[in-house]
């Protein structure tokens, strides 16, 4: 196989026109987020930035199964399995992220996964409190 076929192998049902959708749909998803609270919720900073740091969150979770029922079963599955199991030195977030990511490279999307997460990283780097 050549690395074409590899790079093709690992874009999952998406295409290349996805990828700027799915970058567009994460910053969206934040910024509306960040709008809505600060303007409508009057939310203090730090409530802000959590809920920009779901919100792109579920919007690349969501972007990533939105095309197949399936994906989006398991990755219902998975949530609940998972909802009572939240280690104390994990938040909730961190957890949701995780199952995201590993929904996408499981789906045989890991290129896309890596790709759609560079904003993403980017808005929680953003979000996150320093240690």
Not at 45 to 65: P, Y
């Amino acid at each position: 196989m050549n690395w074409k076929g590899t790079i093709l192998d690992n874009m999952g049902y998406f295409s290349l026109y996805d990828i700027p959708n799915l970058f567009i749909a994460i910053l969206a998803a934040a910024l509306l987020t960040y709008l809505s609270g600060k303007l409508g919720l009057r939310a203090n900073k730090a409530a802000l930035l959590t809920l920009m740091a779901w919100s792109a969150t579920v919007a690349l979770g969501v972007g990533l199964v939105k095309g197949q029922l399936a994906f989006a079963v398991i990755l219902a599955a998975i949530l609940i399995v998972a909802k009572g199991y939240t280690p104390k030195e994990i938040s909730g977030g961190a957890l949701l992220m995780a199952m995201v990511i590993g929904l996408g490279c499981g789906s045989g999307a890991t290129l896309i996964t890596l790709v759609a997460l560079v904003p993403l990283v980017i808005l929680l780097r953003m979000t996150g409190k320093p240690e």
